[in-house]
């Protein structure tokens, strides 16, 4: 594993996101999804949404970089409450 | 009547889940640990944080790149969708001539980028190439070596000649399946040529249309042999877009970390674009079908 060139901080994301992913998808066999709409006017289910938010985050987390350029970990709090955003309303 | 629910479905796609982790998650996943290091080869890393994407995000040789890349991918669409659309409205439906078109259409999709990149590099050249020589003859002056304008025609050009029937091809067969009996419907209603076309043509063939427009975005998006062959990304940075810069980043300077972040943002922006395609389409489909 040693050519992936592993660090810590990237190990503990990756682990995030897979345990996300499985819980998320514990989640879906035991309480099937149901898409519903939207303030998007478009269908989503569960999984959509977990993907808009990680999507979401992403672009977030770069523009707070770009724009604010310090203090990165305050991002995930705006991450959060667009997280929550869009498992309420998307 | 209810549904049987069997999840040992699932093993059946457990090798397309291995292929994918060894073609796409793995690589992805050292490019992301690439992202936040540093390195001078030898296989030594260094940790650099959040550096590189700040420095990408400053940086405007990729802001160009990007600018350059979208302005392609715009001009692109904008040039084979509604051309593509054009040709399939004018060819013919059925018999010898349709089979024809259908086989001329579809040999420039056979041809490997490296070939249409080389056939085009010649065929401009002024000394040697048909079109090139032909448009000095005319005392147009034209070198796509030395003059920006004259190189983004010869790649547009050369895109267009080359995945225009896609969009045509895709066009077509949606053209095909509209039933006989809307177009005697229409001529009952005595509609005229666009009135069809508006509310016939287009709402059926939407659903291929937007597929052809998700693959030629996806495809310009991402393109690099054939403009690299022709242009080399010149002249000076004219022509280089996106995959070019990020080539000539991570194998032509070895700066992995700076191009690890490069190519993480790119990927981001082409999985929102076609997410925002995909939910589209699948939108279209609901309400079509």
């Known amino acids: 594993m040693e050519w992936m060139a592993w660090t810590t901080p990237t190990a503990i994301f990756f682990i995030i996101i897979a345990c996300t992913l499985t819980v998320f998808t514990v989640l879906a066999i035991k309480f099937p999804e149901a898409p519903r709409m939207g303030i998007l006017r478009t269908e989503t289910t569960r999984g959509d949404r977990l993907f808009i938010t990680l999507l979401g ?16 970990p305050y991002a995930l709090t705006v991450c959060l409450a667009y997280a929550v955003a869009v498992f309420r309303w998307v | 009547m209810e549904k049987t629910v069997n999840q040992k479905a699932w ?8 292929l994918v982790a060894f073609s796409a ?16 080869g030898n296989n030594q890393f260094f940790w650099a944080g959040l550096e590189w994407f700040e420095e990408m995000l400053r ?43 259908l086989v001329m259409m579809s040999l420039p999709l056979l041809i490997p980028w490296n070939v249409v990149g080389t056939i085009w590099q010649i065929f401009g050249r002024v000394d040697i190439g048909l079109l090139g020589y032909t448009l000095d003859a005319l005392g147009i002056s034209y ?11 010869t790649i547009i050009v050369m895109d267009v000649w080359h995945w225009t ?81 990020l080539v000539k980043m991570a194998l032509g300077q070895f700066d992995l970390g700076p191009a690890a ?3 993480i943002m790119y990927y981001l922006v082409i999985l929102l674009i076609s997410y925002v395609f995909y939910t589209v ?9």
């Open chain 2, 59 to 101: 940086s405007e040789r990729m802001w160009d790149a990007l600018g350059r890349q979208l302005m392609f991918s715009a001009i692109i669409l904008a040039i084979q969708v509604p051309l593509g659309v054009f040709i399939a409205l004018n060819m013919p439906k059925s018999g010898f001539w349709s089979s024809f078109c």
């Open chain 2, 143 to 153: 070198n796509y070596t030395q003059n920006t304008f004259a190189a983004w025609v």
């Open chain 2, 165 to 245: 029937s896609l969009v045509a091809l895709l066009a077509f067969a949606g053209l095909k399946s509209i039933p006989d009996a809307y177009y005697q419907a229409a001529k009952i209603d005595q509609a005229s040529r666009w009135a069809i076309f508006r509310y016939i043509e287009l709402p059926k063939m939407m659903g291929v249309l937007m597929i052809a427009i998700l693959l030629r975005f996806m495809d310009s998006f991402m393109i690099y042999t054939e403009p690299f062959v022709v242009t080399g990304g010149g002249p000076g940075n004219a022509t280089t877009l996106l995959s070019i810069d």
């Open chain 2, 11 to 18: 093993f059946l796609i457990l090798p397309v889940l291995l």
């Open chain 1, 57 to 72: 985050s992403a672009f977030i987390n770069l523009a707070w970089l770009g724009v604010v350029g310090a203090n990165q």
């Open chain 2, 261 to 263: 972040a490069f190519s």
């Open chain 2, 25 to 40: 998650v793995i690589p992805l996943m050292t490019v992301v640990n690439y992202s936040v290091q540093d390195t001078f």
């Open chain 2, 281 to 289: 389409m699948t939108n279209l489909d609901k309400k079509g079908g």
